[in-house]
Each structure stands twice: as C-alpha cells, then as structure tokens.
C-alpha cells in the first residue's frame, strides 16, 4: 500500500485520487526507455494533487491514494492488464478501517475523477464521490493524450482489461455492486473533451438508485484550465459537501434538479 495519509482529529475522511499530470514527459520516455527504475518513477507519485487541502480544510482527514501502476499510471484499474480494482478496494478499507469514520468521501480530478467514481461507487465505505472532468472513455483518452502507454497499461499477455473494456468505465461497475446509497457530484464543462460522455454517465447512474448532481462549466476553458482557474470554487463545493449544506454562489445557476451551471469566475 502506498500513499499518504494525513490524520486531522475528524470523524469524516477524503480519499484524493492523483491526476496524470504527476510523471514528467521526459520521465515517461525514460522509464518506456529502460533509463529510469520503478523506484525513480515512484518519487513522482509522492508529489500530490490536492495536498494544501490538508491545512485548508481541517475538518476533515485526508488520504491520498497513489496510481503507481503499469509502470506509469494504471487509472486505478489496470497493473500491466492485470485487473487491480480489488487490490484498491483493500487499500480503502485499511485506510477507512483506522477509525470509526462518519462519511468517507472519494475525490479526484481527470484521471483521479475516474479513479474516485469507479471506486467511490464500488466501495461500501464511501458514501459521497465529487468527480471532476472524469475520463468515462479511458482508452479513447489514452490514445489522444499518452498513446506511448498503451503497451504498459494494456498487456499482450492479459485479457481481463484490453483497450475496449477500458473504453467504457460501465464495463467496471454493475449495479449488484453498489451495495450502499451513494451521491455522486460531478463537475465538468461544455469544452471537456468527455463533457456528453460524462453528462451521459451521470444521467445513467441514476437507474442503479444513485443520487447524481451535474455542476456544468459554461466558459470556454478546456480540461484543465475549467479546474485550475475556479479552484476556489471547488474547494467551496467540498466543504459543503462535507457540512451537508447547499452551495450558494453568485455565479451558480440550477437548470434544473440536480443540474447547475457554473458561469466562472
């Protein structure tokens, strides 16, 4: 088990999943290369997203899960095509298992998004999930963004996880599954590459009893921007779903039930 875990006297507990921006490039190459060890790799993974939060919002525990896997990123799923949700599913119940918590909560954005919705959903610990611009289409993802990973991720010698079950996260989670109430928070944005994909899913979900709130970014920013430039916002978001309370802001509308737009800053 790796990862960090950062004990703030609560009864509540955030498990953050890492995005994919943590291995440098020239990093990839190198380890794709044979230049660089597993080991060397691994020191990118301790650097984490979301780790100010820690001091930020201290009315919650925090544990920050790596993605150290198929050599570079396994987007919680994959070890070289071995299927390793299992694996992760044990790692949360230790974690959970340290104390008597109240609400876990599962988070992440981009590849952490994915991570934290497969698994926020799969776990009967984790009660609420906020995914931000998940990947619902992982290999299609793959292909655009970092096609050098795809003989790591998806292994010649390993048929339970290949380039067409990683295409549809659907494929991981059955609703027999979902064995606890679930409320699940996404925010993503009209110019997100997966933003139908991720609107599709979210509208989906709500046929295996899961409660599904789509926060929809109407500027013109794309993945990345959509999240680094209005993370005030999001960290607002969080803390009211960690105090059960409605988040109010000047720029927030609701469309409709449980579907808001966000106009930015």
Do not use: C
């Not at 950062?6 to 509540?12: F, L, R, T």
């Not at 080991?39 to 650097?47: A, L, P, Q, S, T």
């Not at 109240?102 to 994915?114: A, E, L, N, W």
């Amino acid at each position: 088990m790796s990862g960090k875990y950062v004990d703030n006297g609560s009864d509540k507990l955030i498990i953050v999943f890492q995005s994919a921006g943590r291995v440098p490039q020239e990093a990839i190459t190198s380890y794709i290369n044979k230049e660089v060890t597993d080991e060397e790799i691994g020191r990118y993974h301790e650097k984490y997203n979301w780790f100010n939060w820690t001091k930020k919002i201290e009315e919650a525990d925090f544990y920050y899960i790596e993605d150290h896997y198929s050599g570079i990123y396994g987007w919680y799923i994959s070890d070289f095509g071995k299927n390793i949700i299992n694996d992760i599913q044990k790692e949360i119940k230790s974690i959970v298992s340290k104390k008597n918590y109240q609400m876990v909560i599962s988070f992440g954005s981009s590849k952490g998004g994915t991570g934290a919705l497969v698994h926020g959903l799969l776990s009967p610990y984790i009660s609420k999930i906020f995914s931000l611009v998940p990947q619902i289409k992982i290999t299609e993802y793959i292909n655009k963004h970092l096609l050098m990973l795809k003989p790591l991720i998806y292994a010649e010698n390993q048929d339970n996880i290949n380039e067409s079950t990683m295409n549809d996260i659907n494929n991981f989670i059955h609703p027999l599954n979902i064995t606890r109430k679930k409320t699940i928070f996404f925010y993503t944005g009209v110019a997100d590459e997966q933003f139908k994909e991720t609107k599709l899913f979210s509208e989906k979900i709500v046929n295996y009893g899961v409660s599904s709130t789509l926060i929809i970014n109407v500027e013109k920013k794309k993945h990345s921007p959509m999240v680094m430039d209005n993370v005030e916002f999001i960290e607002n978001l969080l803390k009211n779903i960690l105090s059960n309370k409605r988040t109010k802001d000047k720029n927030l509308f609701e469309l409709e039930p449980k579907t808001f737009l966000y106009l930015g800053k």
